[in-house]
């Protein structure tokens, strides 16, 4: 879906996987891992809340809990954008933290700004025009029926999907002990559901 205004904007710089993966290989399992300290607060902050308060919330703590994992593993990366929007940049890309589809589309509302960052074009996502070149990636996750977070990635968005990353495609360094692989962690009442 596009916004009824439409105006034309360049687009931004293109990024391959190849290249992203460059850029991102010092941090790239650092992602991961962020992302699954993110879920585990949001468990412990969800438990806080009564089920029915959960309802209209839930996706906005989830969130702002993996925003803040972000923000604490790279204190230095980040930046406050537009609206409020939290960025996260390296060199040349920006990346912002989104629930995806099962087709790995981001889930929204349509805006203008968010029409600009699904068709990578050159609208600031700053006060100022600061960054308005960068690639934007997206860092994102699924949300199944049973409400179990799925398949974190990092997606490149240009209209449609162009690649995807995630963890299969870090080439792990050897270290004295095998590094062990982020695991997702479920909510307490989704696990006991299961077991019924």
């Not at 969130?63 to 954008?81: R, V, Y």
């Amino acid at each position: 879906m596009e916004t009824k205004v439409q105006k034309d904007f360049e687009k931004r710089r293109r990024i391959s996987k190849k290249d992203a993966l460059e850029v991102l290989n010092d941090n790239f399992q650092e992602l991961f891992v962020a992302y699954n300290d993110g879920l585990e607060h949001y468990n412990v902050v969800i438990q806080e809340l009564r089920p029915e308060v959960r309802v209209r919330i839930d996706s906005g703590i989830l969130n702002a809990c993996i925003a803040q994992s972000f923000m604490e593993h790279f204190p230095d990366k980040w930046t406050l954008g537009k609206y409020g929007r939290i960025i996260f940049r390296w060199e040349g890309i920006s990346m912002l933290i989104k629930k995806l589809n099962k087709n790995s589309k981001p889930s929204y509302i349509p805006t203008m700004l968010s029409d600009a960052i699904t068709t990578q074009k050159q609208v600031s996502l700053f006060d100022c025009e600061e960054a308005k070149e960068d690639a934007i990636l997206l860092f994102g996750y699924t949300k199944n029926s049973h409400g179990e977070l799925l398949n974190p990635r990092i997606v490149y968005y240009d209209s449609e999907v162009k690649w995807i990353a995630d963890l299969d495609d870090v080439v792990t360094k050897p270290v004295a002990q095998p590094a062990e692989r982020p695991k997702v962690r479920l909510r307490q009442e989704n696990i006991n559901k299961k077991a019924e």
